[in-house]
């Protein structure tokens, strides 16, 4: 009983520590973002790696969901005789939930691992301490251009994996099955509210982005320098995110969408 | 007698007075002094894991030490703010074990990291500076490979030519012969006397490759168990009366480290069931 107490009291110093440190990271790393803005190459280069070596990944992805709602939509709705709201549909799904959240956990699998996984090896490669001797704060060149591109890309990223889920969508419901072409269009417009449902899901793919880039960079930034440890802290970059994603996309729902 | 104190002092760049630093509850330094004099080559030698890297973090300022002083140029470095200290740390070098080049960027871009980072100089002039240091570490041929097509040898040298990118007024090496064929050790053996002697520099050198350091220092501080065990210039070191010294240089199996790690009584242990 008295082991299993003491476990506990372990896991949750650790675990505060742990926030402690991820805390004050993060501080730092907003300190450095303003020398970020002072030179755009360290950004570009970032968001070259981070957004746009992901935008293959994103746009299939959303074309596969779109194309999948479309179906699963329009079996559903014909029963109803509505299959004209399947553009309705398909777009609230994707525009709401499933954009940021499936870009979210995709992103964290693909740039966030490897964020994690550079970061990790720059540490324990000593490069990060060699920064450090040569008088360059490795936080300012190398976390804060890298935290800054995933905020900046994951909105983008939601935005694009949304607008091919539509068509995805349109494919299937449209173009396979014989939804009418225009109610597709013409319902989804008159039903997707600008604030409430685009910019909603704007907001949590930000939320997103802020999240699951200072998890990928702290992760690479605490792990101890070996392979056992880089490997852990890639593991855990994915699974926090994924459990991080989930968590507050419930939260933000409520926030946004409850009816209390 | 005072004209003599204050030359030494100012002769000395790296001043250690009774520094204490523990790592959880292994003590690493316990009560250390150490004077490292301008100009000089000095060696820092000890076994494996007696904190010699340690050492070279603390004098970097990139730990902090629990008790003591360590002065470089006179500035107290646990003192400084981070401002001085990313100004102090520009006039210094460190050539890590492993060359802690930047992967991502080719030869002549990190020879350029540090021009690039702290000066406003044309890409032109950076060019040449870079082309210069290259040539002093004899690979301006390699400036477009990349960290991972270099050996060992020339990625240290290449670390060698970032580290004096600054022209700064020292350079520590962490056991930069480690692992090293003999030519390469031979390479580096010659450029660290050479760049400390033609640039001026002040050179500390972590080690435990006793002959190839003790050939190129001027003093030699052997520390182990947290003190300074031995120090002298090398021959006062190789005539030295202490045991475990004269074990460390000569690389003798048993004396006062005892080749067996503390076990009970052999007969018993083997006759117990």
Redesign the interface.
Same mark, same amino acid.
């Given at each position: 009983m008295l082991d299993w107490i003491r476990k506990l009291g372990r896991g949750g110093l650790r675990l505060f520590g742990k926030l402690g440190r991820g805390g004050l990271f993060l501080m730092a790393t907003l300190g450095g973002i303003p020398a970020v803005l002072r030179r755009p190459g360290l950004l570009v280069a970032q968001l070259w790696s981070v957004g746009v070596l992901s935008l293959a990944l994103i746009t299939l992805s959303g074309l596969f969901v779109g194309m999948v709602l479309g179906l699963q939509g329009y079996n559903t709705l014909v029963d109803f005789g509505a299959e004209e709201s399947l553009g309705v549909a398909v777009a609230l799904a994707v525009v709401r939930e499933l954009g940021p959240v499936v870009t979210a956990l995709l992103f964290a699998g693909r740039a966030g691992s490897a964020m994690t996984a550079e970061i990790g090896? #720059?540490k324990a490669?000593?490069?990060l301490?060699?920064?450090?001797? #040569?008088?360059?704060?490795p936080i300012h060149?190398v976390i804060a251009p890298r935290y800054l591109a995933g905020i900046l890309s994951m909105p983008l990223l939601a935005a694009i994996f949304s607008a091919v889920a539509v068509y995805g969508g349109f494919f299937v419901g449209v173009g396979l099955l014989g939804v009418d072409d225009g109610a597709y269009w013409s319902q989804m417009q008159a039903k997707v509210d600008l604030y409430e449902d685009v910019w909603n899901g704007v907001i949590k793919s930000l939320v997103f982005g802020l999240v699951v880039t200072w998890i990928a960079v702290f992760e690479g930034y605490d792990t101890v320098p070996t392979s056992e440890g880089v490997a852990g802290a890639t593991t855990r970059t994915v699974v926090h995110s994924a459990f991080a994603i989930l968590t507050l996309d419930f939260v933000l729902t409520a926030m946004m969408f409850g009816d209390y | 007698m005072g004209e003599t104190a204050a030359q030494a002092g100012r002769d000395t760049l790296v001043k250690i007075r009774g520094l204490e630093f523990s790592r959880g509850d292994r003590v690493i330094f316990d009560g250390v002094d150490l004077d490292i004099l301008r100009g000089k080559v000095t060696a820092v030698m000890g076994p494996s894991g007696t904190g010699k890297t340690t050492l070279l973090r603390l004098i970097?300022g990139?730990l902090c030490p629990d008790r003591g002083s360590v002065q470089v140029d006179g500035l107290e470095v646990s003192r400084l703010r981070t401002g001085e200290l990313?100004?102090l740390?520009?006039r210094?070098?460190?050539l890590?074990?492993?060359g802690?080049?930047?992967?991502d960027l080719s030869v002549f871009d990190n020879v350029a990291?540090?021009l690039r980072?702290?000066t406003d100089l044309p890409e032109s002039m950076i060019r040449d500076l870079v082309l210069m240091k290259l040539q002093a570490v004899g690979l301006r041929g390699a400036r477009d490979l990349k960290p991972a097509q270099l050996s060992g040898g020339m990625a240290r040298r290449v670390a060698m030519s970032?580290a004096i990118a600054l022209d700064p007024m020292m350079i520590m090496y962490d056991e930069p012969f480690t692992g090293q064929d003999p030519i390469s050790k031979g390479a580096l053996v010659k450029l660290i006397r050479l760049l400390n002697d033609a640039l001026g520099l002040t050179s500390i050198i972590v080690s435990h490759d006793v002959q190839e350091t003790a050939e190129i220092s001027d003093y030699i501080y052997v520390i182990s168990q947290g003190r300074v065990m031995g120090q002298g210039a090398p021959d006062e070191i190789e005539r030295t009366d202490s045991g475990w010294v004269k074990q460390f240089m000569h690389g003798l199996p048993d004396g006062p480290v005892p080749f067996h790690y503390p076990a009970p009584d052999y007969r018993d242990d083997l006759l117990q069931t």
């Open positions: 090896l #720059m490669t000593e490069q301490s060699g920064m450090e001797m #040569m008088a360059v704060n060149r | 970097g990139q990313y100004a740390r520009k210094m070098g460190m890590f074990q492993s802690a080049l930047l992967t990291f540090p980072e702290h970032r």
